[in-house]
């Protein structure tokens, strides 16, 4: 089955009646885990951008409590797991902004690791291409903003 366009089911949802509407999004909820954490930002987080990323912060804080350093191996897998799980919950939030607050405090909780990630290459060239990223995605804001986050950027390189 191929999915319709955006403008199709646009025109479609506007014929619809509000007890339709929200049978649909109800049933949307009951797939996928996405589909039910869009739909809880959307909700009761989406008026609060600060306290949003604050709750996503202390999840990612959890994942690095409790992370296995014995070896880099482990580090390695878990440092993957949040990283999908920022680039998940960014893409939630219109706020360009969220995105590079959370790849910053990413890079931080990095630098703070025990045993430093920087003597293994694969986890340093990581760190290094999140850093890369931040700084183009920093590009396209407004300039006190740039100036802003370049200044935390910059404590990080």
């Known amino acids: 089955m191929k999915a319709a366009s955006i403008v199709t089911l646009k025109k479609e ?4 009646s509000k007890e339709d509407l929200l049978q649909l999004c109800l049933r ?3 797939f996928k885990k996405e589909n039910k954490e869009l739909l809880t930002y959307l909700l009761f987080l989406a008026h609060d951008e600060d306290e949003y990323v604050e709750s996503i912060k ?3 804080d959890e994942y ?3 992370m296995n350093t014995d070896s880099y ?4 897998k878990t440092i993957r797991k949040i990283l999908r799980q ?9 706020t360009k902004t969220t995105e590079v607050e ?3 405090y990413f890079c931080q909780r990095l630098n703070e690791l025990k045993p430093n990630i920087h003597r293994n290459r694969t986890l340093d060239n990581l760190y290094q291409r999140q850093l890369i990223a931040i700084d183009k995605k920093i590009k396209t804001f407004h300039e006190d903003l740039q100036y802003d986050y370049d200044q935390i950027l910059e404590e990080l390189k």
């Open 58 to 60: 202390t999840h990612l």
């Open 73 to 76: 191996f482990y580090m390695k």
């Open 86 to 94: 920022i680039r998940t919950f960014s893409r939630y939030s219109n």
């Open 28 to 30: 949307l909820g009951r």
């Open 64 to 66: 690095f409590n409790t």
């Open 102 to 104: 959370l790849l910053l």
């Open 13 to 16: 949802l506007q014929h619809l």
